[in-house]
């Protein structure tokens, strides 16, 4: 019998207006964490929080029947992250972060850094909205025809032996069996999937994949 599959979803506090995508996307069976003022979103698209936490400075502490975990104002994370880490800690092995692309790019930055955290703790995790997903690769990667359109980055370090399968731009685009991709890259950006399905696979190094709608 494989390993079972705890799904967690993490609706962190940046400002999302499209209620309409929480409601078709969130996993209804999934243990929900909000990050802070995320209960709003959460209570808006007709979900209730297993799980609040944050300091509550941009918003007031909810009166709300479940588990609340208050942080102090000062302190070394963000809400969000602490969200991951916590269902990092009570074992779930698959997460899906919503609301947490905003208009502050230092947020939307740490949010994606928590990527990192969860692939060193083996857990499956995305950041999610309607125009974009955001995941990382490390060894092999199945990309399906959910986005228009895909783009790889060096995530931290570079890559080697980079093989794209069933895309448009592979690297016998750039006559290669495989391409390296370095952190400065941008050559990698704007693909599709061709076929049924595209396969990613690298020999070293951890792929940023974003997966975005136009």
Sequence with gaps: MGTQIKKCTIISGAPDDDIEFLKDNIDKNSYIICADSGYKNCIKSGFNPDLIIGDFDSSERPDIDCEIITLEVEKAFTDSFHCVMEAVKRGYSEIQIFCAIGSRMDHTYSNILSLDYC??????????????????????????????????????????????KGAYYTAGFYGKDSIDINQSDQFAQSNYVSEDFAEITLDSGTLLLIESND
């Excluded at 857990?123 to 974009?132: D, E, F, M, Q, S």
């Excluded at 490390?138 to 980079?162: P, T």
């Design 119 to 164: 692939l060193k703790h083996n857990v499956k995790c995305c950041i999610i909205n309607r125009k974009n997903r955001i995941s990382l690769i490390k060894d092999k990667g199945i990309i399906n025809k959910e986005y228009d359109n895909f783009s790889l980055f060096a995530y931290l370090s570079d890559c080697k032996n980079v093989r794209i």
